[in-house]
């Protein structure tokens, strides 16, 4: 395996997944104001198809650590509506460490529409596209310098009032891309994931998440390849809710390689704070 080839898997993946991870929205629903508004915030490694209500922001804090190696990822996305719940903006910097280096790598920015219905409805979804930019050092691994878009399909359906489940497909496009050798191809990238959330009590949830990316990899002039991955990763989050609106989601996940990802771990630290911002709130 060439020097450059792990570092571009690497980075393709992290594109795939920071741009999902990092997408959470807690609903306050129709909530009075002596029952707390319950976590409606995604899996760790899949989006929700709840978009964020008007008048609340997030800030989301994401990382990261995988065994073997000592590859880590951290990734922060805030998220704000726009003029109603039905369009949100987003963005996410991710910062990487990598077998090439450490830094800044592709920024995303986000908009997501939500096309039917929302927090308080059995079934909603929410496409989402993203353009990512070349922000990162492609010297080091961290970008394929080159402006990229990505589409992905949130759906989200509550089961029962106590399992929700989040099922996502998506797409990646990597024009004329470019690795640490500076060879180029177009790149393609799918993702598949699915996550059941039990609602153990409204501050309280059990999650199991499993995750599937193919990404391609450039493996010489024009030539590429497909390089697949598969996890399974348990965990839960919890919330602390404050008079004035604020709600603040910590959680903790141990994503396991299974089938090509065999012999892979790691660990996931999540933590989201989400405040009402302006005149127009709904909590």
């Keep these: 395996m060439r020097p450059w080839h792990g570092k571009l898997s690497n980075l393709l993946f992290f594109t795939l997944c920071c741009t999902s991870l990092a997408f ?4 306050t629903s129709n909530q009075t104001q002596k029952a707390p508004p319950p976590i409606q915030d995604n899996s760790f490694l899949l989006e ?4 964020q209500e008007d008048g609340v922001v997030q800030h989301i804090s994401f990382f990261t650590r995988t065994w073997p190696g000592r590859n880590w990822v951290y990734a922060f996305t805030q998220e704000w509506p726009v003029f109603s719940q039905k369009h949100q903006f987003s963005y996410t910097v991710p910062i990487l460490k990598i077998e090439g280096g450490t830094g800044l790598s592709d920024i995303a920015l986000n908009y997501r529409y939500q096309l039917i219905g929302n927090g308080d409805t059995k079934v909603a979804m929410a496409p989402r596209f993203s353009i990512l930019m070349p922000t990162g050092n492609d010297k080091k691994g961290l970008s394929t310098r080159t402006v990229g878009v990505q589409f992905n399909l949130p759906v989200s359906v509550a089961v029962s009032d106590k399992l929700v489940t989040h099922w996502n ?3 990646t496009y990597l024009p004329s891309a470019r690795n640490a050798l500076g060879e180029k191809a177009d790149l393609k990238g799918y993702n598949f994931g699915v996550s059941a959330i039990a609602l153990v009590s409204p501050r309280f949830n059990l999650m ?11 493996t010489g002039p024009g030539r590429k390849e497909y390089e697949d991955s598969f996890l399974i990763s348990p965990g839960f989050r919890w919330a602390h809710n404050f008079s ?6 910590p959680g903790i996940a141990v994503p396991i390689g ?3 990802s065999k012999g892979n771990k790691g660990i996931i630290l999540y933590l989201s704070f989400e405040h009402p911002f302006g005149r127009s709130t709904t909590r």
């Design 48 to 51: 929700e198809a709840y978009n």
């Design 208 to 218: 199991l998440e499993t995750a599937w990316n193919s990404v391609q990899l450039i």
């Design 169 to 171: 497909a998506g797409t």
């Design 258 to 260: 299974v089938g090509p």
């Design 24 to 27: 959470a929205q807690t609903s």
């Design 244 to 249: 004035s609106g604020l709600q603040i989601v």
